[in-house]
């Protein structure tokens, strides 16, 4: 097995086959079917909301990677007259830098410095978009998500409860028939506002936002997941955090740190290995929390499993799929395609090898014949 895979990752190198996950399967007895929001997907690798889901374009060379799922550019919600609280958010900036980042034990990871914040064209914009989405989500194409930032009061304020309504309303026309998947984000940029000084505030937040966003659909089918972002306080708020949110119905855990130096949000090791570490405890103290996906500094297969062992259906990336070419392994193909060669073939980190050695290790066993990523999750909760 382990030459075959050598083999594959050698000649997949030069192309990825669009349907990884079955030849996967077929060769090696692995299941890598997972979940994000209760929608079944082949393997649980997709992009996490930014500046590489903003258009047809970059959905159409996902769908051709075979990519298992894509979250939208986070849109500032707006009322019927076209008012946005959180106008400050839709800034425009262009510029992104790539860049090394070591951590504090010394590991040198990737960071994406910038300092733009959500969807900065027009609504209507954004709503061909979703469209777009809808129907490569309707053909089993490509399962797209919008994702939305609304308005978040201080505690003695009421929440803006039209720019709920027309963001959601409008949302779900565009979306049409079927399921509509929504992520709401609780952006890192958050982290560097006063207001998210206040825990009291951040948790009635968690704990009301399900109810307004539900309530704008009315009646329509509608799954939720919250974005939930790392706190400037310490792990056990991070825990307050996930019980907060028991409404959502699914997690997600949880967008970049937050420099307080540079005045920028940041990933690398540092972010993976906060956002296990609060997972893990959360699963010792036996928390009950709607289903998990995991976000941050996922860079290779091996980070992907450890996010299923904390008890994630699924990760969002980012940063991996924004490296100088030169960073990965295979010669050809979009940069969508050589990071999930990476993730999926490299013989060492990726996820075919190190599902295999945690069979060997006795921690994960053939069902019916066959390993699945999807136990590994279970065993989590
Ligand atoms: C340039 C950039 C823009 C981002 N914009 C958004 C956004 O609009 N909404 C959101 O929910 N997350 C946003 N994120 C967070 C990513 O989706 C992801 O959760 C986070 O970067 C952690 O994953 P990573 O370490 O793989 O990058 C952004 C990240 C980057 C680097």
Redesign the pocket.
């Known amino acids: 097995m382990p030459d075959r895979l050598t083999r594959d990752f050698e000649r997949f190198g030069g192309g990825l086959p669009r349907d990884a996950a079955a030849h996967i399967r077929e060769i090696y007895g692995i299941d890598l079917t997972a979940r994000y929001l209760g929608f079944t997907i082949p393997h649980p690798i997709g992009k996490?909301?930014?500046?590489l889901s903003l258009n047809a374009e970059q959905l159409e060379t996902d769908r051709a990677a075979g990519l298992a799922f894509v979250i939208l550019?986070?849109v500032i919600a707006e009322d019927a007259g076209g008012s946005r609280s959180m106008e400050a958010w839709a800034v425009h900036e262009t510029r992104?830098k790539v860049e090394r980042r070591p951590a504090a034990d010394g590991r040198e990871g990737w960071t994406?410095t910038?300092k733009g914040r959500?969807w900065d064209r027009s609504f209507d914009d954004y709503l061909a978009l979703v469209r777009r989405g809808a129907e490569l989500t309707r053909a089993g194409e490509l399962l797209t998500v919008p994702?939305v930032k609304y308005h978040l009061p201080r505690l003695e304020e009421p929440f803006r409860e039209e720019e709920y309504r027309h963001t959601t309303g409008r949302i779900a026309d565009a979306w049409g028939a079927g399921t509509l998947p929504l992520e709401k984000?609780f952006?890192p940029t958050l982290a560097g506002d006063a207001l998210a000084d206040e825990r009291a505030c951040i948790l009635r937040w968690l704990r009301e936002v399900p109810g307004r966003i539900r309530a704008a659909v009315d009646g329509r089918p509608l799954r939720l997941a919250l974005?939930l972002m790392n706190a400037r306080f310490d792990d056990t708020f991070q825990l307050d955090m996930l019980a907060a949110a028991a409404e959502a119905d699914a997690l997600v855990c949880f967008?970049?740190l937050w420099d307080e130096q540079g005045r920028v949000a940041y990933?690398g090791w540092d972010?993976s290995a906060r956002n296990l570490r609060v997972l893990h405890e959360a699963r010792q103290a036996k928390l009950h929390r709607p289903a998990l996906v995991g976000?941050?500094?996922?860079h290779s297969g091996r980070l992907v499993l450890e996010y299923a062992r904390a008890g994630c259906e699924s990760v969002?990336?980012?940063?991996?799929f924004q490296l100088p070419l030169g960073e990965y392994p295979a010669t050809a193909g979009s940069r969508t395609q050589r990071a999930l060669h990476a993730l999926l073939f490299h013989p060492v980190e990726g996820m075919v090898a190190g599902m295999l050695e945690l069979e060997r290790a006795g921690v994960l066993h053939r069902r019916g014949g066959e390993l699945r990523y999807l136990d590994l999750c279970e065993q989590a909760a």
Do not use: A, I, P
């Open positions: 996490g909301s930014g500046q550019k986070t992104m994406v910038w959500g994702s984000d952006s974005k967008n970049r990933g972010l976000t941050g500094d996922v969002e990336l980012h940063t991996f």
